[in-house]
């Protein structure tokens, strides 16, 4: 990985006089000169506790009488504007209650400016609840430090809102590449090669809370309106620069879509929660909870998608249709969850294509013109690579932090096509290193075929959804799905100053655990050396030590079960 260099500090050194305002000013500009910063360029405005790559600059100057006319319309275009520092995408956030139309163009200072990309107004898309941002999603410029804006409209307190992606991204993306090849290869009902948010950058991104799980009756194709003119190493970029964006401009969860397709056949998992799972995201207000959301990178307003990007949405959609149960043809019926940009209130009963555009139930023009006329060539194809439904799923979380009560669910819809109400199903769990399946609860198939149940799992394990048959249909399994409980672990010390000679008593809860890892480290010049390391046995979910130090300093005690970690230091005189 490429490594940068550190930021340099500036160091000022102030005499017990005070300060003349002309000093202040140099100082400034001195401080400037050495961060990156140019002189005259607003300050940055961090957001989500000062996360870097995303910085904002106010524009209202731009604004004024110098602005140019641009024809009729309406249109003005501001004179040239220089970003506090190099960025990669570009949005544009106003006041609630003002609207605007914009345009934007960029380039490297002194270099060729992009095309002009149209940029459109949030509000087409979004969690099911909450207010969406006023302003424009972002898009894709590549490298550049200077832009220029084309606006129609009056919006107050006018700000762009920059991410820096691709140093980070371009790196991520050739973990996948060497891989790429074979995502083209998969047999029908197997997921292309999907390339993880590892991969790409998504951990510098985290999801806020836990994900959410809901159900997939719906396959939405949108496409996120970025400029089409990118390279297959620029596509890691504009996924985590829309990532970014999604999280800590418009403060959502995480990135909106469940997976992202580029042109060149590249897809990306999106929101995090498992590709295997019906995750809600928000990128189809009122219908999040019962569909996935696959985004096309680009513009399809007036050209196609090409046929590698086609093709790789067929065969994901056929793959997630299957998983989950449902088929890539017909028409489905959901209720709607309202929402300010949904084309129906909330409670109307809305039928969908099982493969719909998101222009179907929102007030958009998503996917583009273009594209939404090659959906019913997507739902042939996604026809072709599609698997065996399944007969029986089950949805669970990933991870559980301690012993406590977890929803699991799914659906279950026979072969036969008979009705699967009042069918029993029993949710059975196999702890790791073992071999057999217990149960852990019993419940019964509703009106739909779904299903739901509460259970505490007491260690790290397997479970699965055993329909167990009857007299006139057979046994059937859901594929089984690893769940991972981390320890709910805390750590008490009755003393945290103490003499030479005196022991501390450390105790503490770890459940569900066996062992704890127990670490002892001493404080040296620049670093902690370890001193002592050893397993404490965990009795009914408490364990307790003791430890005398040998000698005078700052110790840090670490318990450890799993990657689940706490520390507390002492001092020792």
Partial sequence: MRSFPPVAVLKLVVSRRSLTRRQILKAGAAAAAVTGLRPGVPAIAARAGGDGPLFEMRIDGALDGRAAASGAGGWRTTRVLRAP??????????????????QLRARRRGGRWTAWVTLHELGDHGPDSGRLPAGTDPA???????????????????????????PTARVATRLGRRRRGRARRAQAGAPPLIISRAEWGGDSVPPRTTPLYGEV???????????????????????????????????????????????????????????????????????????????????????AQTPLAMDVLARLIGWKLSLHAVPTNGTVTVISAGGTSNRYPSGTPVTFERISGHRDGNNTACPGNVLYTQLDELRSAAAQFAGPALGLSLYAAREIRGVKPADVSGTLRFPDGSAAAGAAIVVEYLRSGTSDWTTLASTVAGPDGSWSSTVEFPFSGSVRAVFPGDATRARLESPPRRVTVLARLTISLNRKRLRLGQRVRLTGVADPATHVRLTVQRRRPRR???????????????????????RSGKY??????????????????
């Avoid at 520092?85 to 914009?102: K, Q, T």
């Fill in 140 to 166: 894709f410029v590549g490298a550049a430090d200077e832009f220029q804006l084309r606006l129609r409209g009056a919006p107050r307190a006018l700000r762009a809102r920059f991410v820096r992606a691709l």
């Fill in 528 to 550: 902690w050396l370890r001193h002592r390391r050893r397993l404490v046995r965990v009795r009914s979910g408490l364990y307790r030590a003791r430890f005398r130090p040998p």
């Fill in 217 to 303: 009756q719906i396959a939405f194709v949108h496409h996120t309106v970025t400029a089409n003119d990118y390279g297959p190493e620029d596509s890691a970029a504009i996924v985590l620069g829309i990532a970014r964006y999604h999280r800590n401009s418009n403060g959502w969860n995480d990135i909106g879509y469940n997976f992202l397709v580029d042109k060149y056949g590249q897809v990306f998992e999106g929101r995090a929660g498992g590709i295997d799972q019906p995750v809600v995201g928000a990128q189809a207000q009122g219908y999040n909870s019962v569909s996935t959301g696959i985004a096309c990178l680009g513009d399809f307003t007036s050209i």
């Fill in 85 to 102: 520092r190099r960025f990669d995408l570009v949005g544009l956030v106003w006041a609630r209650g003002s609207r605007a139309e914009a």
């Fill in 556 to 573: 840090r005690i670490t318990t450890k079960v799993g990657r689940i970690k706490r520390r507390r230091t002492i001092k020792v005189f």
